[in-house]
């Protein structure tokens, strides 16, 4: 049995869909976000020191696993029978291999950035400082953020002319893993200029168990 500890609105979603792809049975632990802070609960330590989600618990061998890359790794090598990661020394595993780190080594960071930014204008920023960090956000966000979003959307764009899916033809984990930051963008409403894009997270949409993960841990959203 694998416990998914899962933080409502986070990465943790993946790793949910993940499962119901593999049929692995699992059980959901869910934690819910402070209402002010917006951080996962100081429980969450109690299964990883970073007290970050998502974490999984394999209660077969007492393994436990965070990060989402090393999580999605774990998983397949351990359940996975050719169906979600491609075969060693091929042109559709290296591709493979990128997507699965690039979603959170140069994809994530400036999502992340760009949110953090679009919330100094927000409660908890005392409200006397809060025109001076509107005009520093809109400043970074101009002149740093928006520029690398937009040349990681055409990046991804173009890639998937390539191919049915990101890593080749069959669909793999790197798909779930480019899952998360198509969502986070598609909820600031950045990806209707990019058909193909739109079209890869509809076709995600429509796979079972992707939908059967939605019912068990919501979808992800980072509108802002």
């Known amino acids: 049995m694998i416990e998914v500890h899962h933080l409502e609105n986070s ?11 593999l049929s692995v049975a ?3 632990i869910t934690y819910r976000r402070d209402p002010k802070t917006m951080l996962a609960p100081a429980s969450l330590k109690q299964v990883h020191p970073l007290g970050k989600s998502p974490v999984i618990v394999d209660t077969e061998s007492d393994d436990v696993v965070a990060e989402s890359g090393a999580i999605i790794e774990y998983l397949l090598e351990k359940f996975d029978g050719g169906q979600l990661l491609p075969a060693a020394g091929t042109a559709e595993r290296r591709r493979y291999r990128f997507w699965l780190h690039h979603a959170e080594g140069s994809a994530m960071p400036p999502l992340v950035m760009s949110l953090v930014f679009s919330r100094l204008d927000k409660p908890p920023v005392p409200a006397l400082i809060r025109p001076i960090a509107r005009l520093l956000a809109s400043g970074v966000k101009a002149k740093f953020l928006d520029p690398q979003i937009q040349d990681l959307l055409s990046f991804w764009e173009d890639a998937c002319g390539e191919h049915a899916w990101l890593a080749g033809e069959a669909f793999s984990g790197a798909d779930i893993q480019m899952s998360f930051p198509l969502l986070a963008l598609e909820g600031q409403g950045r990806l209707a200029a990019y058909p193909r894009l739109t079209d890869l997270l509809a076709r995600m949409r429509k796979r079972p168990a992707y939908q059967r993960a939605v019912e068990q841990g919501g979808e992800f959203s980072m509108a802002g």
């Open 11 to 21: 990465r943790s979603q993946r790793v949910i869909w993940l499962l119901e792809e």
């Open 26 to 28: 699992y059980k959901v």
